[in-house]
């Protein structure tokens, strides 16, 4: 299989094609911070794929926005009390192919060798044994899974029991701090292909999965629905907020921020930032505010849905995420979108989406440089601030549309599906083939008996 690595075709959509039925797996789902799965889905059943949703186990928050929480009423869950289900499918598995199980479990012992231990993976055999039966259940064609973590090596294991074929997309970051361990090139060479989110992220794939695997790497980046995101009528420069929205985590940088903010205040004021989304840095974050004295300046709002979220940036001045480790944001193309300058660090496949043109783009940890870059978006005029917006909205438009998203996946996930038929169709052949010799041969046996 060769596909183009440096963007996945777009193909046109096939009206005469039988409508084609994929699972979608994910680890945890769906959860607030990963409405870019949900949207995929929605895109390709626009398209006519029919899409079964699996997750291996529920998010442990409440959900806020109410297409998560119809997701959630839709998502079949592997794990999540689950238990008695997942034993019963092993025994099952073993009474009418004890062969496939031996295989399953002989490569979930494998992938632990490598350093994942071996009571993960032994849940992930169990889980494959249950998700092989769901997949057959409702006549599954291929499975696609997002991050290449826990749920790409239940699909690995349930392929290699004699489940269809799957796929993965990579985001990264921290599915690539643990590539090796977890058994990346394994994966990688099971999977009818791999989608990379952007060039930086193939690259990792290719490093740690290996380059014999280029031809099957396709970079598809995460799309949006630009009629979702409709710029407000008010222009940037009339507002004095910055906006952060993101999980509040290492990871993302927002411990940094109340220090700028701080150093910010005597020169741009009057301003403010609100922080949108919750996680484990909140206490050090509202520690930094009441050091830095600056708790009048910001605001922490928690989980919004996707609405306030919208609503929040297109009233914002410009988003700011300072981020350490990323894999591409999805709230940088939200930004975008709705034609809001950014603020970010140049992580990752950042940079292949933020340039000068449409905001300002600053080494990660870098204080004075982070507080330069909010002091000129804070200083510019409304013709500069109108201009970035227009780029960046533009640039989502023409590298990150849904519709092209889909399409690419759709026909991703019609080759593999067409490829899988085609072997199959010659596993039979040859059987058959291979009965008639022996036929043949029995025949020939027997006239040497009578002679």
């Avoid at 004021?269 to 909140?282: H, K, M, N, Q």
């Avoid at 909205?393 to 038929?421: C, K, N, P, Y």
Wanted: aromatic share 6%; with cysteine; charged share 20%.
């Amino acid at each position: 299989m060769t596909i183009t690595p440096v963007e996945a075709r777009t193909t046109t959509a096939d009206e005469t094609a039988p409508r084609m039925t994929v699972a979608y797996l994910v680890n945890t789902g769906p959860v607030t911070s990963s409405t870019f799965i949900r949207r995929e889905m929605a895109a390709l059943e626009a398209q006519g794929v029919t899409v079964r949703r699996f997750a291996i186990r529920r998010w442990h928050l409440p959900l806020v926005d109410p297409r998560d929480i119809a997701d959630q009423a839709r998502t079949q869950y592997i794990l999540s009390g689950n238990l008695p289900g997942l034993l019963l499918a092993v025994l099952r598995q073993a009474a009418t192919d004890p062969a496939a199980l031996l295989r399953g479990a002989w490569l979930a012992a494998r992938l632990a060798r490598s350093g994942g231990g071996a009571i993960r993976h032994a849940a992930y055999f169990l889980e494959a044994a249950y998700f092989l039966r769901a997949l057959r259940r409702e006549g599954i064609a291929h499975t696609h899974v997002h991050f290449s973590s826990n749920a790409a090596a239940v699909a690995l294991i349930t392929r290699t029991m004699g489940g269809p074929s799957y796929s993965f997309t990579a985001h990264g970051p921290d599915e690539f701090l643990t590539a090796t361990e977890d058994g990346l090139a394994l994966k990688l060479s099971g999977a009818a292909f791999a989608v990379a989110i952007s060039h930086f992220c193939r690259a990792q794939l290719l490093r740690f999965g290996g380059t014999q695997f280029r031809d099957r790497i396709a970079v598809a980046r995460c799309g949006l629905d630009l009629d979702e995101f409709v710029p407000s009528d008010r222009p940037a420069g009339s507002s004095r907020t910055l906006v952060c929205v993101g999980r509040l985590c290492p990871q993302k940088g927002q411990v940094y921020l109340p220090a700028a903010v701080a150093a910010l205040r005597a020169t741009e004021a009057p301003f403010r930032l609100v922080l949108i989304g919750d996680g484990e840095s909140r206490p050090a974050i509202e520690a930094e505010i009441a050091r830095h004295g600056v708790g009048d300046l910001i605001a922490l709002r928690g989980w919004q849905n996707s609405a306030e979220v919208r609503a929040a940036i297109a009233e914002a001045r410009a988003l700011v995420l300072p981020s350490f480790a990323e894999g591409l944001p999805i709230v940088l193309l939200e930004a975008l979108a709705l034609a809001r300058p950014v603020v970010t660090t140049t992580v990752a496949g950042i940079p292949e989406l933020v340039d000068e043109a449409c905001g300002r783009i600053v080494p990660p940890g870098d204080g004075a440089a982070l507080v330069g870059a909010l002091r000129d978006i804070l200083r510019a005029d409304d013709a500069t601030l109108a201009e970035m917006g227009r780029t960046g909205r533009a640039r989502v438009a023409r590298h990150h549309d849904l519709g092209t998203l889909a399409t690419t996946l759709r026909g991703l996930f019609a080759a593999a599906i067409a490829r899988e038929g085609q072997v199959r169709e010659g596993q039979m052949r040859k059987g058959q083939v291979g009965v008639r010799a022996g036929r043949e041969r029995i025949g020939r046996e027997a006239a040497e008996v009578e002679t």
